[in-house]
């Protein structure tokens, strides 16, 4: 079926432009127009993962037209087992999320939910573009709805978060773009075609040396910022602080994932030398953040800023995974970009129900929920356990894969990085521990109010899928190896044909 | 040299857009005699009926290659090109001024005489292949800008803009005449193809040519204000009428490099190893020094004077690269900016409060909420000039940069992509003030009229459009500039 693909991206900019006919004050309408288009772009993103054959490497679904023949740009889209999990984790956290903010958005809603459906076209865009050219414009596009997000519905210092994350994430990628250009003419004038075309480009062969370094590292960088892996992590404890459920949820469920999307799907292919001359040094930088994020963690008063760093701390695991260049580490990387898209997604939107009760999410406000909230509770501790990565839930299998696909790289690198999942139990467990457990320190907390039917629906289905990959990743990790093969093969034969003699 | 005096044939075909244009105004000068009421909008569509039909008159004469008056004048595709610009700019300035004026309270017929005898100078120096050509079209296209300037009489910033604009443009048209004498003395022609010839020929290396190339480009530098000819730019765009700055932006800049891009690609091409470094400096200080003094712009219409001239740094780039490639993308990005900027400006132009311009930052708090759809306009026009996607200015500056990678000036591409990411921070601090504050005191006014309305739309496709398929129209923009490179 062609045009599945284009059907799943734009069908939330159609919703964008009916929602935006409605008039204001039907916010009734609004919602269930925004909430039905989500839910709509998810069933019609289900077939892709149905049908996909996970036997073949090649993209699938592709679709192709031209767009501006004479610069080699054209309207190229397809996924392969890389970019198939994400395009869904996008389309099912996005019904959750539009949930999360009946009540938690309090303004505007209209503009709010046709900024979230551009946010959705603009990320799911990002996923299936098989074209530089494309590929850059929904990386781009997609920032402003995200800085509105941020901007508007934030908290007390939106503005500045906002800013901040607009201009950074600019800086990196803008130098992205003189690279693509780069890489276009190198590879035109090489070969005598100019093209924009991924799977083109990514089978010239570009010689080894400064040229391939220096592309490599400003694709790297905007990645890197994207990630956010340290030190360009620290736009994100501003915007996710200032976000507000929403936007954090999205943020760290897919948002941060186009960084490491980008590392696999770019840097990987596009530049094999640098990308194993500077696997060292990304190893490092992994191993870092890890550990820093981890402790940064641990001292954090307010929780969305713990959840924040925890982040800078589970991407490193990711970045390690997708550089060991070796099936269980990529394989991990990618399942363990799912899992933590899931948990910090789901901690975030528990974080943000304990807001909508009590107004702060600083930890020193809570402490004995357990008596008050008790399934709230329990589904929070369920949360936890996989985000520190307990045997049986999501976080387990994609940590276990990368550390055993470090082991076989970098040793020190891999013992270093299993001191994270410890320092993860330590922060999580210790939150967890001062939210929930003891007495019932402020009477405030002693009337709060259980999970709602709506706050069900929307914990329920992210749980089921942490239970799921826990139990048998198999469903999910099966759909990636072929394509994980493919693109270990085409590095490892692409490296080997430029190595110097 | 003894040459017997010729009567020049007249080409019509040659001149058709610009005299259509000039035809316009003597017509509106006559209606501006004839007494009834409401005269000012007959006056404004009677122009634009005019510009209208220049523009149907450039699309039809496209690729004819009509040249005339001993080929001083050439209708080649370049300047048709420019032309389209041109008269988009002119026409979207005409329905942005109709209720403007009758706001502010200027009820003057001369304002759109002069705007359609501005355009005409405009038109003139996009098909000049004469250096007294070009100087004929910069005097007519100038003498009626320093007017339109000064046209709010009573406004004390109007006086100063006016008196500065004209000051220092007689002064820049000083160097701009002695250097078209200096490069007749040294070539012994003011024709672009015969001083190219000479040029070729060898007096390449003669000082009189060198010395009268870099007179002329002060001349050039101080119309599309690059820096360090720049210093007129921020008063003149806070003093003038708004509809006029927006004219001055787009325009006047567009005629500019039309004229600019013919002499370097006809006269000096065979110096060009020379003149990049010297265009590679331009565009650095223009995007560097532009930017870095906007971000402390408090005054929006000062800010997107300083905002103009990084764009302007960001179009030498293209100049440097060279080439269809990079003068193609000229072309392009000029278009996109017209729309971009009279958009821009086209809704500053409707801010008031108290019946006063309200063109300070802190004027626009909280206009999302107010009048959603101007802000909307406002926010789609600054994010194509920070050039994100997917709108014009975006792949204004794919196309820019491309040309300067393509050239192997990567590290001018590196200056340019980051002044882009510093720009961003000025020009989103406006989408912040509109969405994410609201407004302190009384709040800004700002309700277009039906034909402000249509200008704002007319801007808003082009900008979409441009951004979304631009292929077309960037292919014709290279093939216009192609001809010129053999």
Redesign the interface.
């Given at each position: 079926v062609t045009g599945i693909l284009s059907a799943v991206t734009f069908l939330p900019v159609v919703g964008a432009g009916l929602i935006l006919l409605l008039p204001r004050r039907a916010e009734g309408f609004v919602r269930a127009t925004a909430l039905t288009t989500t839910l709509l772009t998810f069933a019609v993103s289900v077939p892709l993962f149905m049908r996909f054959d996970a036997s073949l490497s090649a993209y699938q679904f592709a679709e192709q037209r031209a767009?501006?023949?004479?610069?080699g740009?054209s309207y190229h889209l397809g996924v392969d087992g890389i970019s198939l999990l994400l395009v869904l984790l996008t389309t099912f956290l996005m019904p959750l999320v539009l949930l999360s903010s009946w009540h938690s958005i309090e303004r505007r809603w209209k503009e709010f939910a046709i900024t979230m459906l551009l946010l959705e076209t603009g990320m799911l865009g990002v996923f299936v573009s098989l074209d530089l050219?494309l590929f850059?414009?929904?990386w781009?596009?997609m920032?402003?709805p995200m800085?509105?997000i941020i901007?508007?519905w934030g908290g007390p210092d939106?503005?500045f978060a906002?800013?901040k994350f607009?201009?950074y994430t600019?800086?990196g990628s803008?130098?992205m773009?003189?690279a693509i250009?780069?890489l276009?003419?190198l590879h035109g004038t090489a070969t005598g075609g100019y093209t924009f075309d991924l799977p083109v480009l990514a089978r010239y062969v570009l010689p080894a040396g400064r040229a391939q370094n220096l592309m490599f590292l400003a694709f790297a960088l905007a990645f890197a910022i994207k990630v956010p892996m340290w030190p360009f992590h620290t736009w994100l404890p501003d915007a996710h602080t200032e976000a507000p459920t929403p936007g954090s949820v999205i943020l760290a469920g897919v948002l941060l994932k186009m960084g490491t999307y980008g590392f696999l799907r770019f840097c990987l292919p596009l530049f094999p030398q640098a990308t194993m001359a500077f696997a060292p040094w990304m190893f490092a930088l992994a191993v870092i953040g890890i550990i820093y994020g981890a402790w940064v963690s641990t001292v954090q008063a307010d929780m969305k800023r713990l959840v924040a760093y925890s982040s800078v701390s589970h991407l490193g695991f990711v970045v390690l995974g997708l550089f060991t260049l070796n099936p269980q580490g990529m394989i991990g990387a990618i399942i363990q970009m799912v899992n933590h898209g899931l948990s910090t997604g789901a901690l975030f939107l528990i974080v943000g129900m304990l807001y909508e009760r009590r107004h702060t999410r600083l930890i020193a406000d809570y402490g004995g929920l357990w008596k008050v909230v008790p399934a709230l509770s329990v589904l929070f501790l369920i949360v936890t356990f996989s985000s520190i990565g307990l045997p049986g839930l999501n976080g387990f299998v994609g940590e276990f894969l990368i550390l055993v696909g470090a082991f076989q790289v970098n040793r020190p690198a891999a013992v270093l990085a299993t001191t994270g999942i410890i320092f993860a139990a330590v922060y999580l467990l210790w939150m967890y521990q001062r939210v929930i457990f003891g007495d019932v320190t402020h009477e405030e907390n002693r009337r709060i109010p259980d999970l709602s039917p709506r706050e069900w629906v929307i914990l329920v289905p992210v749980l089921v899928f942490i239970v799921w990959i826990g139990v048998y990743p198999a469903t999910f990790t099966g759909k990636t190896e072929a394509s994980v093969h493919a693109l270990i093969t085409q590095v490892q034969t692409k490296a080997a044909a430029t190595a110097p003699r | 040299m003894s040459e017997t005096i010729t009567l020049p044939v007249v080409s019509l075909r040659a001149i058709a857009p610009a005299a259509i244009l000039a035809t316009t105004g003597f017509v509106l000068m006559l209606l501006d005699l004839l007494p009834p009421r409401h005269r000012r909008e007959r006056m404004a569509f009677v122009g634009l009926a005019g510009v209208a039909a220049a523009l149907v008159a450039t699309v039809l004469l496209w690729g004819s290659g009509a040249s005339g008056f001993q080929g001083m004048v050439v209708l080649d595709n370049l300047a048709l090109f420019i032309t389209l610009a041109i008269g988009y700019a002119t026409g979207l300035v005409l329905l942005l001024s109709i209720d403007y004026l009758q706001r502010r309270g200027i009820e003057s017929g001369e304002f759109y005489i002069l705007v359609l005898f501005a355009a005409t100078g405009m038109v003139i120096m996009a098909g000049a292949n004469d250096l007294i050509v070009v100087f004929l079209g910069l005097e007519t296209m100038s003498l009626a800008l320093y007017v339109l300037a000064g046209i709010f009489r009573t406004r004390i910033e109007a006086g100063e803009a006016s008196m500065k604009y004209f000051l220092l443009g007689a002064f820049s048209s000083g160097f701009f005449l002695y250097g078209i004498a200096l490069i007749y003395g040294a070539t012994g022609s003011t024709r672009l193809d015969r001083i190219g010839a000479a040029v070729a020929a060898g007096a390449a290396r003669d000082p009189l040519l060198l010395i009268g190339f870099g007179l002329l480009l002060v001349g050039f530098g101080f119309k599309i204000s690059a820096v360090p000819f720049h210093m007129w730019t921020a008063d003149v765009y806070e003093g003038a009428p708004t509809s006029v700055t927006a004219l001055i932006a787009t325009g006047s800049k567009a005629a500019a490099f039309a004229a600019l891009v013919r002499v370097l690609l006809e006269a000096v091409r065979p110096l060009q190893g020379e003149w990049a470094w010297l265009f590679w400096g331009l565009a650095v200080a223009s995007m560097t020094l532009g930017n870095v003094v906007a971000i402390a712009q408090q005054n929006l219409k000062r800010m997107l004077a300083y905002s103009s001239i990084a764009h302007v740094g960001y179009m030498l780039v293209g100049i440097v690269a060279g080439g269809a490639l990079g003068n193609g993308a000229v072309l392009f990005y000029l278009l996109v900016y017209t729309f971009t900027t009279a958009g821009a400006f086209g809704v500053l132009l409707l801010l008031e409060r108290g019946g006063e311009e309200a063109a300070q930052l802190g004027d626009t708090a909280g206009l999302a909420a107010r009048h959603p759809l101007v802000a909307v306009a406002l926010a789609v026009f600054l994010l194509s000039l920070v050039g994100i996607p997917p709108t014009a200015g975006f792949v204004g500056k794919f196309y820019l940069f491309g040309a300067a990678v393509r050239a192997g000036y990567i590290w001018l591409a590196v200056i340019g992509v980051l002044n882009s990411a510093a720009a961003a921070y000025y020009y989103l601090r406006v989408i912040v003030s509109m969405y994410m504050r609201e407004s302190d005191g009384t709040p800004t006014v700002a309700a277009p009229s039906f034909a402000g309305a249509l200008a704002l739309i007319v801007a808003l496709w082009g900008v979409i459009q441009l951004g979304i398929m631009p292929a077309p129209v960037f292919d014709l923009a290279q093939s216009a500039v192609l001809p010129l490179l053999r």
């Open positions: 767009w501006m023949p004479t610069l740009v050219f850059y414009v929904f781009e596009a920032l402003i800085y509105l901007g508007i939106r503005v906002a800013v607009v201009l600019l800086a803008l130098l773009l003189v250009l780069a276009y003419f | -």
